[in-house]
Nanobody, 125 residues
């Protein structure tokens, strides 16, 4: 199992970024997958958690309406479009894969068994 994030960088407040997570070693179609982020001194937070069938996507209130996640099974890749970025979005962003079935469990990092190396997103003027 391998997950490789890309697309991070430095962006001004109000700007946009699109992150990608390329997966290999498993069939993405059969797994839940999610974007989490972790800022210094804080816990890893689920910000876009997609169910196995893609019918359920969890977004916390802090990013709802600004972030959109999309799982492309054909390309074995999951994307995170981030708009109207704020300084508080600064963090390392990770993608993780899980075999959980309950939508209510999508948001918890402990349910994900494999992670990418992360990509840094910095929002600053």
């Amino acid at each position: 199992v391998q997950l490789v994030e890309s697309g991070g960088g430095l962006v001004r407040p109000g700007g946009s970024l699109e992150l990608s997570c390329r997966t290999s070693g498993f069939t993405l179609e059969y797994y839940a997958i999610a974007w989490f982020r972790q800022a210094p001194g804080k816990e890893r937070e689920g910000i876009a958690c997609i169910s196995r069938d893609s019918k359920s996507i969890y977004y916390p209130d802090s990013v709802k309406g600004r972030f959109t996640a999309f799982k492309d099974n054909g390309k074995n890749t999951v994307y995170l479009q981030m708009n109207n970025l704020k300084p508080e979005d600064t963090a390392v962003y990770y993608c993780g894969v899980s075999n959980i079935l309950r939508d209510g469990d999508l948001r918890y990092a402990s349910n994900y068994y494999s992670w990418g190396q992360g990509t840094q997103v910095t929002v600053s003027s």
